[in-house]
């Protein structure tokens, strides 16, 4: 029995023992995985199945990977577009059948025989994967692309496969055949920047889609595969013979007829030579704008063409559309001044940009004058004289400033600026004076004083200027050139009480995923000048709207501002701000290459600009934009701190005496020259002195560098109300520095001892 046993295993074959434990280890291998896949397959279908609202939503909404930058306003304006990317959809149902066939016939041949999966295509690419030993090409049909691209994104993993499965099933129960491949056709990459079959045809022919010809079909459906490096502009011989296989499969499917398939493969292939570049659209309201984002976006790295970024900025739409208004207004009331070019900026008190006009028309010049064109500022330039006088005790409030002619600057050249033409020479004017109606020589004086290279070193450290300035004494008068974005910056010091802001047009940048890349804020440099020389300097700009050459924006609210008309008029500006709003004016004559020409001998920052100005600033503060700055330093106690000091060697003010000696007697009484102020080193003798040098018979003419035209000021009251007994409060005209009578035109309060006060009137303002 036994023997008999033996002999049946001998005759077994050892080759069937083996094929029957390798079929046992094959089924368990297959149920494991089929268990395995089954257990992944059932929940990634089923939240499929619950994401069908999802998936339909996302089908229905085209893909953006472009760049977009908006506006600042409550409800955000996109103002630029850009991408490397080109999309034109279209109806796909219109275009030509061979069209569409060959899409099918190069990407998913049996595309209207299945339901969103192709079995065989499927199971020939696990093979392919096995056999190379690493995942290839094939088994991915329309519906499951579709899946990948608008989805479940383009992770590579057995996880991301099944769910492109289970989508490409949901798609098909959402969308007919013709809208699957109508949404495929408009969202498939062709290479070049080229989305969608119309940008591709554009691209690549330089027709419409419906123009094109059956090779010219098969060659764009052969660039899905490979976008990059099988497209005909990379691989010219390698796309004429993909495309020839897609005809073949074409014809083999019966799509088109033999003779078309002959006609169509012997056509030659002939490429659009001036493809077009990426999208870029810009809104020309805000066109210059929009240029100063993009040069900080790219100092910064971003690439916004292929990033998809959404930039959030600073910009008030409805204010940026009112001041390009209001610039194109100004150039067609003074067109017949030569008047031809203008640009406006406007800040916060945060150093936000609310509105950026670099020109009056984006479309024909892309210049922008606000961020590159380096103008002279001509008086408006005053301010930063005056401050940095006031800052060094060169100056105070209430000083009396030379208005002597001038016949050598500091270095011994001769020079012989003027004022504007009607304002006297000789004698002083009140600091408030002198700037109110914008006077040319006390500022000139003033800069001789304490040297030009303080002020260019104070307009770099202080006032935050970044142009190269000249250190001579025309600064005084703005011979440097600087942008209107400098000036703004430097006039962020006045209005901040002594901060200074660098403006900046950027809120934050975010990716196509609403994460925050960067956020921006304006760079503040705190008490960059002292709080009571911006009070000063605050009283002096409220002068010259009120009362001096600026008087055509005194009807906005607490206006305060400085105009500036350079030499030959070849720049008017005006510089102020109001209730927390920052404006800089520019008006000129530009020609087309860019150069700078004289405008009307009528044009001043103080008629044209000031204007323009103020229409801007009252525009704002319609719109609620302006809100109060910082609260002011108290005048009085600021007067009291910074009244100058009574020092035996300072050279007294014309028909005064020393305040501090107690045994002082009134004041001197002037003699018939009018009084002249010393030049702040020692005291200057009368001009018809023999020792002094006298000036040549007939000076050489000088234009005036500011040519604004002023009105007489206005009486200003007692600032300073000490009630201490030892002492008395008397009006003095600012001119003379005598008793102030009716007719004075600039007077102050100063405070002496009792018994030293000036007695007799003033005798130069008669009446």
Not at 274 to 297: C, M, Q, S, T
Not at 383 to 404: E, F, K, P, Q, W
Not at 744 to 752: D, F, H, W
């Amino acid at each position: 029995m036994a023997k008999r046993s033996q002999n049946a295993k001998k005759r077994r074959p050892r080759w069937v023992r083996v094929l029957k434990r390798t079929a046992i280890c094959l089924a368990t291998f297959i149920g494991v995985v089929i268990g395995a896949g089954l257990a992944a397959w059932i929940p990634v279908y089923r939240q499929a199945q619950q994401d069908a609202d999802d998936i339909a939503q996302k089908l229905s909404l085209p893909t953006n990977t472009e760049s977009v930058i908006y506006s600042g306003d409550a409800t955000p304006v996109p103002i630029f577009r850009t991408s490397s990317l080109r999309r034109t959809y279209v109806d796909v149902r219109r275009l030509p059948d061979y069209v569409r066939n060959a899409i099918v016939c190069a990407e998913d041949r049996r595309f209207y025989e299945h339901r969103g999966v192709d079995a065989m295509g499927l199971l020939r690419s696990v093979w392919l994967a096995v056999r190379e030993g690493h995942t290839s090409q094939g088994g991915s049909t329309i519906d499951m692309q579709l899946a990948k691209k608008l989805v479940n994104g383009e992770e590579r993993s057995f996880e991301r496969k099944l769910k492109d499965i289970a989508t490409a099933q949901q798609i098909e129960n959402l969308k007919t055949k013709d809208q699957i491949l109508d949404i495929y056709m408009n969202e498939v990459y062709f290479g070049e920047g080229a989305y969608g079959i119309e940008s591709a045809a554009e691209t690549y022919f330089g027709k419409h889609a419906d123009k094109l010809t059956i090779a010219e079909a098969a060659t764009l459906a052969r660039c899905i595969r490979h976008p990059t490096r099988g497209n005909p502009v990379h691989d010219k011989q390698g796309s004429i013979s993909r495309r020839n296989d897609v005809l073949q499969i074409m014809r083999d499917e019966g799509w088109i007829t033999d003779s078309q398939y002959e006609q169509a493969k012997s056509e030659k292939l002939k490429l659009n030579p001036k493809p077009p570049e990426g999208v870029r659209w810009i809104d020309p309201v805000a066109g210059y704008f929009v240029d100063h984002v993009v040069g900080i976006l790219h100092d910064d790295g971003f690439d916004l063409q292929t990033g998809g970024y959404k930039i959030y900025t600073t910009l008030n739409y409805r204010l940026q559309k009112a001041a390009v208004s209001a610039v194109n207004q100004t150039i067609r009331d003074y067109r017949g001044w030569r008047v031809n070019d203008g640009a406006f900026v406007m800040t916060d008190t945060d150093g936000r940009i609310l509105a950026e006009v670099g020109g009056p028309n984006y479309n024909k010049s892309k210049w922008n004058v606000i961020t590159s064109a380096r103008r002279q500022p001509g008086s408006a330039f005053k301010a930063i004289v005056y401050a940095t006088a006031l800052r060094d005790g060169i100056v105070h409030m209430g000083d009396s400033l030379s208005n002597a002619a001038i016949y050598h600057s500091s270095d011994g050249t001769p020079w012989t600026p003027h004022n504007n033409g009607r304002e006297r020479i000789g004698g002083t004017f009140s600091l408030t004076s002198a700037f109110a109606m914008s006077v040319n020589l006390p500022a000139i004086h003033t800069v001789q004083n304490m040297g030009p290279r303080v002020v260019v070193d104070s307009a770099r450290q202080v006032f935050g200027i970044t142009s190269k300035l000249p250190a001579v004494d025309s600064i005084a008068i703005g011979t440097g050139g600087v942008t209107p974005l400098e000036m703004d910056e430097a006039y962020s010091v006045f209005m901040l009480g002594g901060d200074r802001v660098h403006p900046c047009p950027i809120v934050r940048v975010e990716d196509s995923n609403k994460v925050v890349q960067k956020a921006y804020s304006p760079t503040v440099y705190r008490s960059v000048l002292d709080s009571g020389v911006c009070q000063d300097m605050d009283e002096l700009f409220e002068a010259v709207v009120q009362h001096g050459t600026g008087t055509a924006a005194s009807d906005v609210p607490d206006a305060r501002g400085k105009t500036g008309t350079t030499q030959e008029a070849k720049d008017a500006w005006f510089c102020g701000y109001s209730d927390g709003l920052l404006g800089i004016g520019w008006v000129g004559n530009t020609s087309k290459s860019g150069a700078s020409r004289s405008m009307s001998e009528a044009v001043f920052g103080g008629t044209v600009t000031a204007k323009m100005w103020r229409n801007i600033m009252l525009a704002a503060h319609s719109m609620n934009l302006g809100h109060a700055p910082a609260p002011k330093v108290d005048r009085v106690a600021v007067r009291t701190r910074r009244q100058k000091p009574p020092k035996d060697d300072v050279p007294l003010d014309p028909g005064m005496t020393d305040s501090g000696d107690p045994n002082a007697a009134t004041p001197k009484p002037p003699t018939d020259q009018k009084p002249t102020q010393n030049d702040g080193t020692q005291p200057r003798k009368d001009n018809n002195d023999p020792n002094l040098p006298q000036p040549p018979a007939n000076p050489p003419p000088t234009q005036p560098t500011d040519d604004d035209t002023p009105t007489k000021p206005e009486k200003q009251p007692s600032q300073d109300d000490d009630s201490d007994s030892k002492y008395v409060d008397v009006q003095i005209c600012a001119d003379t520095g005598m008793r102030a009578s009716a007719y004075c035109p600039e007077t102050v309060t100063r405070r002496y001892r009792k018994g030293t006060e000036p007695r007799k009137l003033c005798t130069l303002h008669t009446g």
